[in-house]
């Protein structure tokens, strides 16, 4: 998901701003993700994917490749804001409640991307939620570093993202969100 305003990107990285694909020293891949993401017409890109129950080599190609393939596009482009919904408990040792091959292919490749994404220019946050749920929304939520899983709304979490787009203190930042007492905004503006 991309969102779009209107505005005129200014060129931030090493490479050449997006051209034509006859122009020279651009390559193939470039141009290609040039068609698809024009630089100046996204602000921002939310990475949300799960490989379901798919086997470990889906695992690594939805959960690490693709994130990884989307912030090359990204810094391809000139979008430099970039979120990441991530799983609550990955970055550190395996949780508790989880065991097996499975899991620590499942944890093992979106720890890996997290990392990617961190040595990346983009500006970028991860929002790590806890178990999901189909309740209504309560505006409500906890964040803050290595939480305890708890459940959290997922209504409640696409708020939180839309929020953190434009909370410069969130850049560059990984957090747990759970449900919680905190208003949304309220939330974000206390964490440090």
Known sequence: ???SAAHTAEPRGKRE???SSSSEGTDASHDSWCRVW???GDDAVVYAARSGDGTEEQLWAVDFGGVTTAVAAAELTDVSRFVHIFTLGAGGPLPAYVGGPWWEA???AKTKADAALATSRLNWTSARPGL???ENPTGLIQVGDRLYYAPVTRADVANTIIAVLTVPSTYRRAFDVVGGPCPID???ADFR
Do not use: I, K, S
């Open 1 to 3: 998901m991309t969102t």
């Open 17 to 19: 701003p997006c051209a």
């Open 38 to 40: 024009p630089p100046g």
């Open 106 to 108: 499942y944890f093992g």
């Open 132 to 134: 999901l749920t189909d």
């Open 186 to 188: 309220e939330a974000l």
